[in-house]
Nanobody, 113 residues
Framework: QVQLQESGPGLVKPSQTLSLTCTVS??????????WSWIRQPPGKGREWMGA???????YYSESLKSRASISRDTTKNQLSLQLNSVTPEDTAKYYC?????WGQGTQVTVSS
């Protein structure tokens, strides 16, 4: 059973960098052909795929976010990370990490001064 747990600050000021961590258990993040995604859902809106990091460390980003987003991993801790630069209130959302049918519970991030 794969379990994902997101963590990070609940409040970020505009123009700052949002940093989130996803701790994975039940599977190694280097397992062949696994692609680990970050997905967010703003209030009242649908889910938005932000990007992913593959089992081999390759990264993929949505066109709309690739200039601001960075996904990385720590294989020693079996963790994924998301950084989103220059945040605005429009980045307020619940952020999830995902592997196929496995989802974390999500972490709410509010961008506000």
């Amino acid at each position: 059973q794969v379990q994902l747990q997101e963590s990070g600050p609940g409040l970020v000021k505009p123009s700052q960098t949002l940093s989130l961590t996803c701790t994975v258990s039940g599977a190694s993040i280097t397992t062949a052909h696994f692609y680990w995604s970050w997905i967010r859902q703003p209030p009242g809106k649908g889910r938005e795929w932000m990007g992913a990091i593959a089992y081999d460390g390759d990264t993929y980003y949505s066109e709309s976010l690739k200039s601001r987003a960075s996904i990385s991993r720590d294989t020693t801790k079996n963790q994924l990370s998301l950084q989103l630069n220059s945040v605005t209130p429009e980045d307020t959302a619940k952020y999830y990490c995902n592997l196929g049918r496995y989802w974390g519970q999500g972490t709410q991030v509010t961008v506000s001064s």
